[in-house]
């Protein structure tokens, strides 16, 4: 099983970016995928997740209305499509995966992760 995140940058506030985590020996059926972040001192972050089929899309209240995240069936990655970004979204972001069933929320239950890419947004 391997993920590669990726798409991360530099952008002003205000700006928009799309991070990609790309999905390797990963059933869609069974996989929850998620993305999380951290940003520098703090512990990481629950931001959203796609469970398979898309059945159940989840946003944290920080970044709901601003993010969608998606599933790229023919590239098989997972999106987080990232509008109005603001300086406090500036984190390393992480995608994720886990078994259905567990809280999607919660990191410790995934055991699959990315490498992150890191987001800075400047105000």
């Known amino acids: 099983v391997q993920l590669q995140a990726s798409g991360g940058g530099l952008v002003q506030a205000g700006g928009s970016l799309r991070l990609s985590c790309a999905l390797s020996?990963?059933?869609?059926?069974?996989?929850?995928v998620g993305w999380f972040r951290q940003a520098p001192g703090k512990e990481r972050m629950w931001v959203s997740c796609?469970?398979?089929?898309?059945?159940?899309?989840n946003y944290a209240e920080s970044v709901e209305g601003r993010f969608t995240i998606f599933r790229d069936y023919a590239k098989n990655s997972v999106s987080l499509q990232m509008n109005a970004l603001k300086p406090e979204d500036t984190a390393v972001y992480y995608c994720a995966a886990q078994l259905v069933g567990t809280d999607p929320t919660n990191p410790d239950g995934y055991g699959y992760w990315g490498q992150g890419t890191l987001v800075t947004v400047s105000s």
């Open positions: 020996g990963l059933s869609r059926r069974y996989y929850v």
């Open positions: 796609f469970s398979p089929y898309g059945r159940n899309i």
